[in-house]
């Protein structure tokens, strides 16, 4: 993961300079996705695996945002973003107050680590705002936890018959010391394929076990991986 970062941080700026980056567009709660302003009991550190999520977008016939399906991006984990958690079921921040679009320096703080504009603005909007008042803030938080996640090897476990959530859990567990199978749930599609990992973190910004809300595929639920 962290080669990864460090590539990806060593390529954004040069892209970004090359041409200017895509402008994002306002992102504000709405009668479906409300303003929630309630307690925050911990974190969710969601990971984007980008083979399979480039390769539904391809399916669907585009949409591809910024650098999330080019280049080095598209063979990894990218970070999707930190969300706060709540007390229970659909209680957990969101949309605590209105933001302003970001300015190209504020993107320039996130996109090597979420290569999508639009993804930040969404990203600070829903959660950050919820979190602190200044965008830089909330992706440099974000970015140091993401930077200090390793990812297993993953083509191995894209070639492995029979894999499930579990097994997928216990290698990121094996990659990072003091990590447990429990601290983390799988986001799977409808055909079974991994499309993010959820980290869950506690308040301390260290992963914790995750608490019994926080959704995703059952140990014993059979996983399917795109190859990097």
């Known amino acids: 993961m962290r080669f990864l970062l460090t590539i990806l941080a060593l390529l954004a700026p040069s892209m970004a300079a090359a041409q200017p980056l895509p402008r994002p567009h306002a992102e504000l709660?709405?009668?479906?996705?409300?303003?929630?302003?309630?307690?925050?009991t911990g974190y969710t550190l969601s990971l984007i695996w980008t083979p399979e999520h480039c390769f539904a977008q391809n399916r669907r016939g585009g949409g591809q945002d910024d650098m999330?399906?080019?280049?080095?991006s598209a063979h990894g984990f990218i970070l999707h973003g930190l969300w706060p958690d709540g007390d229970g079921p659909n209680r957990w921040p969101q949309y605590c107050h209105p933001v302003a679009i970001l300015t190209d320096d504020q993107l320039r703080a996130g996109i090597a680590a979420t290569p999508s504009t639009q993804l930040l603005q969404h990203e600070w909007a829903k959660h950050g705002s919820c979190m602190t008042?200044?965008?830089v803030a909330y992706f440099r938080t974000e970015d140091g936890i993401y930077n200090g996640i390793?990812?297993?090897?993953?083509?191995?476990?894209?070639h492995r018959r029979g894999l499930t959530a579990?097994?997928?859990?216990?290698a990121f567990a094996a990659a990072n010391p003091g990590m447990r199978a429990d601290m983390m749930r799988l986001n799977l599609n409808?055909?079974?394929?991994l499309e993010e990992v959820w980290i869950c973190i506690?308040?301390?910004?260290?992963?914790?076990?995750?608490?019994a809300e926080s959704g995703g595929a059952d140990m014993s639920e059979s996983v399917k991986v795109a190859a990097p």
Request: hydrophobic share 25%; net charge positive; with cysteine.
């Open 202 to 211: 506690g308040l301390d910004k260290r992963p914790r076990t995750c608490p």
């Open 166 to 170: 579990g097994q997928v859990q216990s």
């Open 190 to 193: 409808k055909r079974g394929w």
């Open 68 to 72: 999330e399906c080019s280049g080095v």
């Open 29 to 40: 709660a709405s009668a479906d996705q409300p303003a929630r302003r309630v307690p925050t």
């Open 150 to 158: 390793h990812a297993p090897d993953m083509a191995s476990l894209a």
């Open 133 to 135: 008042n200044d965008p």
